[in-house]
């Protein structure tokens, strides 16, 4: 299970940091992921992270979203600034993980939180 949190209402131009944390034990999270989707749209992906620290992002949110992990505390956070109203939706965790070395690697997803941003 992973458990996001860290949503909410910000104005434009906020900051809002979102958290994901992995439960139970985990062996190595590969992957940590976010999305995020608006109603009536596909889930798009927002931000990548891999064991190794490389990153990416969406163009829509380069510059001005940070992703980073705590291998430690099987988390991943999502670190927004510059907030703009179309950043209004739910956001997702995702991770590619082993619960233990013979395991096979699993896809899980967080139960989203929401971020709206509006004046």
């Known amino acids: 299970q992973l458990q996001a949190s860290g949503g909410g209402l910000v104005q434009p131009g906020g900051s809002l940091r979102l958290s994901c944390a992995a439960s139970?034990?985990?062996?190595?999270?590969?992957?940590m992921r976010w999305y995020r989707q608006v109603p009536g749209k596909q889930r798009e992906l927002v931000a990548t992270i891999t064991n190794d620290r490389t990153t990416n992002y969406a163009d829509s949110v380069r510059g001005r979203f940070t992703i980073s992990r705590d291998n430690a505390e099987n988390t991943v956070y999502l670190q927004m600034t510059s907030l703009k109203p179309e950043d209004t939706a739910a956001y997702y965790c995702?991770?590619?993980?082993?619960?233990?070395?013979?395991?096979?690697?699993?896809?899980?997803w967080g139960q989203g939180t929401q971020v709206t941003v509006s004046s």
């Open positions: 139970g034990s985990v062996f190595a999270a590969r992957v």
């Open positions: 995702n991770s590619l993980l082993k619960r233990s070395p013979g395991d096979n690697e699993r896809s899980y």
